[in-house]
T-cell receptor, first 114, second 113 residues
Framework: DAGVTQSPTHLIKTRGQQVTLRCSPK?????VSWYQQALGQGPQFIFQ???????QRGNFPDRFSGHQFPNYSSELNVNALLLGDSALYLC?????????????FGPGTRLTVL | GNSVTQMEGPVTLSEEAFLTINCTYT??????LFWYVQYPGEGLQLLLK?????DKGSNKGFEATYRKETTSFHLEKGSVQVSDSAVYFC????????????FGKGTRLHILP
């Protein structure tokens, strides 16, 4: 079992560009959550996907959007990048019928905006 | 609002020392409480949890007790090892339909051999 995987590991973009991050959940998991972890801070909840729909959303602007595919994998898209979007982006998955008590986190994608 | 406050790091200890990392929370309702650990280059791992007042979560020698009267969930370990060096996050989840986890800022722990 590969666990939660994320790609790419690192990414460098410039202001105004768009970026797509990818996540494959742990086998048997159908719910995917995304978090932003700025340097020296705790993770902040962005949104959660279940059954290909956004189920919950944190306090992030519409520049942050996502998608979930029929195989439960997910993408996080960020448009019009700002310097402040530089962070570690974490994906977490949880099993069908589970709660966030049983979330498993991936290693993250480190995004640097120049 | 709902929030978690934990002691700032870094915390530096010698091997076999006693560890306490303080955590307090503010929440409407009755949260579940967690400690997560982030080892260098790895993702967040759930270390332990407690779902109601006076519950004690434990794992790998770490313990934390859910104290409703002091709204605290302090992490303790009797004898730390070099391999415990990591960043530790206290977190809460409200026991309602809200499925997100609210994290503290994290405490970096360095254990010296």
């Amino acid at each position: 079992d590969a666990g939660v995987t994320q790609s790419p590991t690192h990414l460098i973009k410039t202001r105004g560009q768009q970026v797509t991050l990818r996540c494959s959940p742990k086998s048997g998991h159908d719910t995917v959550s995304w978090y932003q972890q700025a340097l020296g801070q705790g993770p902040q909840f962005i949104f959660q996907y279940y059954e290909e729909e956004e189920r919950q959303r944190g306090n992030f602007p519409d520049r942050f959007s996502g998608h979930q595919f029929p195989n439960y994998s997910s993408e996080l898209n960020v448009n019009a990048l700002l310097l402040g979007d530089s962070a570690l982006y974490l994906c977490a998955s949880s099993p069908a019928g589970g709660t966030t008590d049983t979330q498993y986190f991936g290693p993250g994608t480190r995004l640097t905006v120049l | 609002g709902n929030s978690v406050t934990q002691m700032e790091g870094p915390v530096t200890l010698s091997e076999e020392a006693f560890l306490t990392i303080n955590c307090t929370y503010t929440a409407t309702g009755y949260p579940s409480l967690f400690w997560y650990v982030q080892y260098p280059g790895e993702g967040l791992q759930l270390l332990l949890k407690a779902t109601k007042a006076d519950d004690k979560g434990s794992n790998k020698g770490f313990e934390a007790t859910y104290r409703k009267e002091t709204t605290s969930f302090h992490l303790e370990k009797g004898s730390v090892q070099v391999s415990d060096s990591a960043v530790y996050f206290c977190a809460l989840r409200l026991m309602n339909r809200d499925d997100k986890i609210i994290f503290g800022k994290g405490t970096r722990l360095h254990i010296l051999p």
